[in-house]
């Protein structure tokens, strides 16, 4: 099943105030329990910037769409393009503090669970376990018709035998890994098939008009219902993917706090919005309670990728 994506949601009527005191945070994580979803936000201090914030992508860029992926043959082109460029940069981004908390948290055995809506890597490049993917991850590609499914790692050295010399300047990067061309840079640009049957190939990543598979959705469900509460971090929480967990929470009784600079869509359902960067609350939060956050883990997300080659 497919849906049609929402790009943007405006607040409509009265929300919450934000609150710059992180107290919330750290009460919820020192109750233990807790059950993180987070988003883009999370990864800005990376370098992969969100969609909605300030300077989000979204200003300047609309998101492939799964019906004009697979509709039309020039788009793909577009695409593949313009993520081929774009996992250079995915490659090279770092774990920043917020991060290196979520995963420190984990260890001390505070956290539940860790749903992310992002698809860099991150999360696992800090050291967390068991992440639940909601939306999929950059590093590995599928096939449409037949499933097999291929290291991205691999399908970057096949677009790069294909289209020698392809090297162009990119306006930016956005945080599905897709890089700003004009369509005069993505020129001819070759896209190969499957290895396998010849298909059409995707990123195994949930495209806007795309549902999320249902048995993820019922797993992260299920973490829902075994948490002690639900801690947002920087998610605007505009599409449902995200939004059914927190309103899923809500009816069932167990506390949200979230943290995110601009009003999100689940504002209502929370005890509290924390209007401070995640740089900043997670790091704080983790020296009140006692938790040592660890320098390690300051790989790449995709450390078998391009690292250190340059978004030229």
Same mark, same amino acid.
Not at 47 to 75: C, K, N, V
């Given at each position: ?140 590609? @599928?096939? *449409?018709?037949?499933?097999?499914? #291929?290291?991205?790692?691999? &399908?970057? +050295? =096949?677009?790069? !035998? %294909? ?112 209007? @401070?960067? *995640?740089?900043?609350?997670?790091? #704080?939060?983790?020296?009140? &309670?006692? +938790? =040592?956050?660890? !320098? %390690? ?16």
């Amino acid at each position: 099943m497919h849906m049609r994506p929402t790009l943007n949601w405006v607040p409509d009527g009265d929300l919450p105030p934000g609150t710059s005191d992180w107290t919330p945070v750290a009460d919820v994580l020192d109750r233990g329990g807790v059950l993180v979803l987070s988003g883009a936000g999370i990864s800005t201090e990376s370098g992969i910037p969100d969609y909605r914030g300030e300077g989000g992508s979204l200003s300047r860029h609309t998101p492939m769409t799964y019906q004009e992926f697979t509709a039309d043959p020039q788009a793909r082109r577009r695409y593949w393009a313009r993520s081929h460029l774009g996992w250079r940069v995915f490659g090279r981004a770092r774990p920043n503090a917020g991060h290196r908390a979520v995963a420190a948290f984990a260890r001390h055995g505070l956290l539940s669970g860790l749903i992310t809506q992002n698809v860099d890597g991150l999360h696992q490049a800090a050291g967390s376990e068991g992440v639940v993917e909601l939306h999929g991850s950059l590093d590995r590609v @599928l096939c *449409l018709t037949c499933g097999t499914v #291929e290291p991205r790692s691999a &399908l970057a +050295v =096949r677009l790069t !035998e %294909a289209n020698p010399g392809f090297a162009p300047v990119a306006a930016g990067i956005n945080p599905d890994g897709d890089a700003d061309l004009t369509d005069a840079q993505v020129g001819d640009f070759h896209v190969v098939p499957c290895t396998v049957c010849g298909g059409v190939l995707k990123p195994d990543v949930v495209f806007f008009g795309e549902s999320v598979p249902p048995q993820r959705v019922e797993q992260c469900r299920e973490l829902v219902r075994q948490a002690a509460s639900l801690l947002v971090l920087g998610s605007s929480l505009t599409v449902m993917s995200g939004l059914r967990f927190v309103r899923q929470a809500a009816r069932e009784g167990t506390p949200v706090v979230i943290v995110n600079r601009d009003v999100t869509r689940g504002d209502r359902e929370a005890l509290a919005r924390v209007a @401070l960067p *995640l740089g900043q609350v997670l790091p #704080e939060v983790a020296g009140r &309670l006692g +938790v =040592r956050i660890d !320098e %390690a883990g300051q790989d790449g997300a995709f450390p078998e990728g391009p690292a250190g080659e340059e978004l030229r």
